[in-house]
Nanobody
Framework: QVQFVESGGGLVQAGGSLRLSCAAS????????MGWYRQAPGNQRELVAH???????DYADSVKGRVTISRDNPKNTVYLQMNSLKPEDTHVYYC?????????WGQGTQVTVSS
């Protein structure tokens, strides 16, 4: 069973940047579509970016043009570079496969953007 460990979150001012990392266990990483999800208290978890095994990417409209997802298959790691952060980007960010495995959610990493 694949597991994920997210890191890289923190408190930043609006307009700042963060780079999130997600380390995955298991041998299926390189053939899986990987996604970054986010969730605010009381809201549903939403997919904000995903990257296919071949490297093609898609983004939610809410983050398009401001974030970049990438992957390093030998390191079993997926990244999310976040620029021009806004207060509405304040969420807990998670990674998982797409569609998500309900038993593989990690602890997530908190991103807080102050205005």
């Amino acid at each position: 069973q694949v597991q994920f460990v997210e890191s890289g979150g923190g408190l930043v001012q609006a307009g700042g940047s963060l780079r999130l990392s997600c380390a995955a266990s298991g041998s299926m990483f390189r053939i899986s579509t990987m996604g970054w999800y986010r969730q605010a208290p009381g809201n549903q978890r939403e997919l904000v970016a995903h990257i296919r095994p071949g490297g093609t990417t898609d983004y939610a409209d809410s983050v398009k043009g401001r974030v970049t997802i990438s992957r390093d298959n030998p390191k079993n790691t997926v990244y999310l570079q976040m620029n021009s952060l806004k207060p509405e980007d304040t969420h807990v960010y998670y990674c998982n496969i797409v569609p998500p495995s309900s038993t593989s959610w990690g602890q997530g990493t908190q991103v807080t953007v102050s205005s």
